[in-house]
């Protein structure tokens, strides 16, 4: 099994600052990594897969990178509505996701 | 627009099998491009992947559900299901159904709102 570790389990950061999250596999998943937004009461939502490509109608300051076994999903400005909970995914034969960071104001 | 809903009982008692169907609404149910997952979410807690199923019918479990779990599919109503055995306070979680894309990549593109199961007596 694939463990994904995230950090940090949360992160603390103003509107219009920029907010920097990290997973890490514990072993190499290639580029197999996709990260999702989920708000309270809400299903996960896609924002990028193949660790940086966005997927349909995700605003451009959501960026993805990383390859192997560390990733990191920026977001350049926060906005009101970016504040929840991310987490990673990979998929290597099974899929498993990272424990989530939440992104607070 | 792909859309998934979860539906079953939300209430299972200890002991007994946890039951859940997806119906799916747009799109190709029996494209080659896509599995068919379950995903579910304990209280406050983080995603756990429980298994997924083709449009063959074949199946990957969570090794560590592999014994209680039973994923199925009837393409001819365009709805997956789930079973899971011998349920615990531990299996009460908001459950998802969700459409995973096979590629190079391997993510889930659409997701069902959720169905928040209870196991308590």
């Known amino acids: 099994e694939v463990v994904m570790t995230q950090s940090p389990a949360t992160l603390s950061v103003s509107p219009g600052e920029r907010a920097t999250l990290s997973c890490r596999a514990s072993q190499s998943v290639s580029v197999g990594l996709a990260w999702y937004q989920q708000k309270p009461g809400q299903a996960p939502r896609l924002l990028i897969f193949?660790?940086?490509i966005r997927a349909t109608g995700i605003p451009a300051r959501f960026s993805g990178s990383g390859s192997g076994t560390d990733f990191t999903l920026t977001i350049s400005s926060l906005q009101s509505e970016d504040f929840a909970v991310y987490y990673c995914?990979?998929?290597?034969?099974?899929?498993?996701f990272g424990q989530g960071t939440r992104l607070d104001i | 627009q792909v859309q998934l809903q979860e539906s079953g009982p939300r209430l299972v008692k200890p002991s007994q099998t946890l039951s859940l169907t997806c119906a799916v609404s747009g799109g190709s149910f029996t494209s080659i491009d896509y599995y068919w997952s379950w995903i579910r979410q304990p209280p406050g807690k983080g995603l756990e992947w429980l298994g997924y199923?083709?449009?063959?019918?074949?199946?990957h479990y969570n090794p560590s559900l592999k014994s209680r779990i039973s994923i199925s599919i009837d393409t001819s109503k365009n709805q997956f299901s789930l079973a899971l055995g011998s349920v615990t306070a531990t299996d009460t979680a908001v459950y998802y159904c969700?459409?995973?894309?096979?590629?190079?990549?391997?993510?889930?593109?659409?997701w069902g709102q959720g169905i928040l199961v209870t196991v308590s007596s």
């Open positions: 969700a459409r995973f894309r096979i590629d190079s990549y391997g993510y889930s593109d659409y």
């Open positions: 199923i083709y449009h063959s019918g074949t199946t």
């Open positions: 193949g660790a940086s």
């Open positions: 995914q990979q998929y290597n034969k099974w899929i498993t």
